[in-house]
């Protein structure tokens, strides 16, 4: 999978920032995220990239845990009634949507949920969706 995503992040400054962003948010204190009405961590990370959460899930999206959408491409929608898990598992999920949607590349649930599996979040739960290595 990390293979698949290589040629592509390749000249695009942006995505590069993006995983570099989600490293440390992978090696941050998990203590100062303990509940999404305390997210400065999270704000904070996304903000070093340009992006915005909103801690709200408006009716547009496809379910009720979060989204992305490129009418906003600078923000990403997550429930704040998320456990801890579930909340790191969809920010970094959305921001897969997000490196997707900044390189140009078409929209992809699967790939989204393997973002966030090689970054050590839940493994994908989509049928026919394979584990990362």
């Given at each position: 999978?990390?293979?698949?995503?290589?040629?592509?992040?390749a000249?695009?400054?942006?995505?590069l920032?993006?995983?570099?962003?989600?490293?440390?948010?992978?090696?941050?204190?998990?203590?100062?995220?303990?509940?999404?009405?305390k997210?400065?961590?999270?704000?904070?990370?996304?903000?070093?990239?340009?992006?915005?959460?909103?801690?709200?899930?408006?009716?547009?999206?496809?379910?009720?845990?979060?989204?992305?959408?490129?009418?906003?491409?600078d923000?990403?929608?997550?429930?704040?009634?998320?456990?801890?898990?579930?909340?790191?598992?969809?920010?970094?999920?959305e921001?897969?949507?997000v490196?997707?949607?900044?390189?140009?590349?078409?929209?992809?649930?699967?790939?989204?949920?393997?973002?966030?599996?090689?970054?050590?979040?839940?493994?994908?739960?989509?049928?026919?969706?394979?584990?990362?290595?």
């Open positions: 999978m990390i293979k698949q995503w290589k040629p592509y992040l000249g695009f400054a942006s995505a920032a993006l995983v570099a962003v989600t490293v440390a948010l992978v090696g941050a204190n998990f203590g100062a995220f303990a509940a999404p009405h997210a400065d961590g999270y704000d904070a990370i996304a903000k070093q990239i340009g992006l915005t959460i909103t801690w709200k899930v408006p009716p547009t999206c496809d379910n009720s845990y979060g989204c992305f959408t490129p009418l906003t491409p923000v990403i929608y997550v429930s704040p009634n998320l456990r801890q898990s579930e909340t790191y598992r969809i920010v970094l999920h921001m897969g949507h490196m997707q949607y900044r390189m140009g590349m078409a929209q992809n649930e699967c790939k989204a949920d393997q973002f966030a599996e090689i970054f050590m979040a839940q493994p994908s739960t989509l049928a026919n969706c394979p584990r990362v290595n």
